[in-house]
């Protein structure tokens, strides 16, 4: 069967949908994160504009699990992409990993904590 060109474009707007979907899911792991970090930062911030000292710990928070600046970078790097799977190739390994945890802060994709092998004995 010979597509027509309206057919493409049906197949084009139907695959655009599923990109769309998606990036709607990071966007709510993304907002789902910085609800949680917001408390604790927003303190912090605080203490330090207050001139007051906070503990190596908390610098260390802020500076990794309190910094979501890399997962904001690739919600609008997908965001902008012309093509989202195409936008999907182009991320390095580690930001495939933060669209893995956006999906997991949304609820879109199950943690995987472990893998538990049977390992049998052989006689």
Request: proline share 1%; with cysteine; glycine share 6%.
């Amino acid at each position: 069967m010979i597509s027509t060109p309206s057919e493409n474009w049906i197949w084009e707007y139907l695959h655009s949908i599923g990109g769309l979907k998606l990036l709607k899911v990071l966007k709510k792991g993304l907002k789902t994160l910085q609800n949680k970090v917001k408390a604790k930062k927003e303190h912090l911030q605080a203490q330090l504009t207050a001139q007051k000292s906070i503990s190596l710990k908390d610098e260390a928070w802020l500076d990794q699990n309190g910094n979501l600046v890399d997962f904001m970078r690739v919600v609008d790097t997908l965001e902008t992409a012309s093509d989202y799977e195409k936008g999907l190739t182009k991320l390095d390994e580690q930001q495939q990993g933060l669209v893995r945890k956006l999906r997991e802060a949304a609820g879109d994709l199950v943690k995987v904590i472990g893998k538990k092998h049977k390992h049998t004995a052989c006689s």
